[in-house]
């Protein structure tokens, strides 16, 4: 499943880059290097390289992968 979540991982960042939200290699190598299925609850693995904010329990999410790269864009 690792290898999946890296195919995943990439095809995320190069949407990102298509629609304009990465816009540096900092962010772009930020998001490629982080794994996003390691902050979420395991049965959402699936669904960790959608880019939309996740469920993480206790009323709480991970924000969407274009609202990381909007903020991190403001400070790379």
Do not use: C, W
Not at 7 to 12: G, P
Not at 37 to 43: A, G, K, N, Q
Not at 46 to 51: G, H, L
């Amino acid at each position: 499943m690792k290898d999946e979540y890296r195919v995943r991982r990439r095809r995320l960042v190069e949407q990102l880059i298509k629609e304009g939200r990465i816009t540096s290699n900092h962010v772009k190598e930020a998001f490629l290097s982080i794994p996003r299925e390691h902050f979420i609850p395991v049965e959402k693995g699936p669904y960790a390289y959608m880019d939309k904010p996740l469920d993480i329990g206790n009323g709480q999410t991970i924000s969407a992968p274009h609202m990381v790269a909007i903020m991190a864009r403001n400070y790379s």
